[in-house]
């Protein structure tokens, strides 16, 4: 959803009605994840995806009946259904799509999750998707994590919905719930899905190099807010990264142990100087940081666990480190050895093999049934 925010809110102030299509559960192979939107709007675009060009013929079709008579609906494509191949949703998965119309009537909140947002102040936004009683249809509540705006009908099930999206919000994770009618969690008839929208996650870069500015471009394209910091003034300068959303002078070691690390969080260490990057490591394999890599030769390596251990470090907290860092991809340039980064990284995150995809079998998308 967060990709077509900022048309949304363009098109909501102009008093434009949209029809927005976001994609609330998937199966197998699908194109895109939960959480994936497109909008229609009252002049006949179309922004966003939902399913990589599978299905948004169809989205848009459907998105023009729900401008015209505002009747949200909740649509199934996949291959089981022979409709979805006239569609085009060849690729194997199944999707659950909600539209709705959205204007200042029907979602007088959108502004304010925008600002929160634009903040990076963690909202989440639980959406009625389906309901025995049609009334509940397409309601809203928006979640922080201090207050709740809006209602879905009754001060119980909001309570219930609230608690739940707070934890998700929590994770960075979508999800789809199920309640009774008044937020009994062993209840059914009532389906809500919920879209987080935390912050972006963070990805620290120590060391002002050709190989950093390149993975500065790599981790934007990943959805990362990218900081690059090396104690050298004369080398970190926004001018160099003009790809990283901030750029700092300090000593490695000392700026990380002040700044917030969740397991969402990715550090590199670039610097290939003990003097930077044993203290960094130190302090960064001591973090729940999601992932952890320092680049260097293999000889460097082999030095710098024999630094790390002497400095104390365990072998549990050294097991940790990818080091050298990135994936075998035979890359040459700094842009090269920055998709290998990305690609350990990727693999990291969701449990990937790391082999051709053609000498697997099986479902091509991680967590997905065979």
Not at 38 to 45: F, K, N, P, S, Y
Not at 118 to 144: D, F, Q
Not at 279 to 285: C, S
Not at 313 to 324: G, K, Q
Request: aromatic residues 6%.
């Amino acid at each position: 959803m967060r990709e077509i925010l900022s048309d949304l809110l363009a098109a909501y102030d102009r008093g434009e009605p949209c029809a927005m299509a976001t994609v609330v559960r998937t199966w197998r192979s699908a194109p895109r994840p939960a959480g994936a939107s497109m909008i229609v709007t009252a002049g006949g675009e179309a922004i966003g995806s939902v399913s990589g060009g599978c299905v948004e013929g169809a989205l848009y079709d459907l998105g023009q009946e729900v401008l015209a008579d505002g009747q949200p609906q909740f649509e199934t494509y996949g291959v089981s259904d022979d409709d979805a191949f006239s569609v085009g949703l060849t690729c194997g998965g199944i999707l659950d799509v909600f539209v709705e119309r959205v204007d200042r009537d029907t979602w007088p909140e959108l502004p304010g999750v925008i600002r929160s947002v634009e903040a990076e102040e963690p909202v989440a936004v639980a959406t009625v998707v389906a309901a025995p009683e049609g009334g509940l249809l397409g309601r809203h509540v928006v979640v922080r994590a201090t207050s709740v705006e809006g209602s879905l009908g009754t001060e119980r099930l909001d309570g219930t919905v609230a608690a739940d999206a707070r934890g998700l919000l929590a994770s960075g994770t979508t999800g789809f719930l199920r309640y009774g009618p008044e937020g009994e969690r062993l209840g059914d008839g009532l389906e809500v899905f919920v879209a987080s929208m935390a912050p972006p996650p963070r990805m620290y870069i120590f060391g002002a190099i050709d190989f950093s500015a390149a993975l500065c471009r790599v981790g934007k394209v990943l959805g990362f807010r990218v900081t690059v910091c090396d104690a050298r003034e004369v080398f970190a300068t926004a001018r160099r990264f003009p790809d990283a959303d901030e750029v700092v002078v300090d000593w490695p070691h000392r700026w990380l142990a002040s700044q917030p690390v969740d397991q969402r969080t990715v550090i590199c260490v670039l610097t290939h100087d003990p003097k930077f990057d044993v203290p960094a490591l130190e302090v960064a394999l001591r973090t729940e940081a999601g992932y952890v890599g320092a680049m260097g030769s293999r000889r460097t390596h082999e030095d710098r666990l024999q630094r790390l251990k002497e400095a104390g470090m365990t072998d549990e907290e050294i097991a940790r480190l990818r080091s050298p860092i990135g994936l075998d991809l035979g890359a040459r340039t700094p842009e090269e050895t920055a998709i290998s980064i990305a690609a350990e990284i990727i693999q990291e995150r969701w449990g990937g093999s790391g082999v051709h995809l053609t000498a697997t079998s099986g479902p091509i998308h991680p967590g997905a049934p065979r």
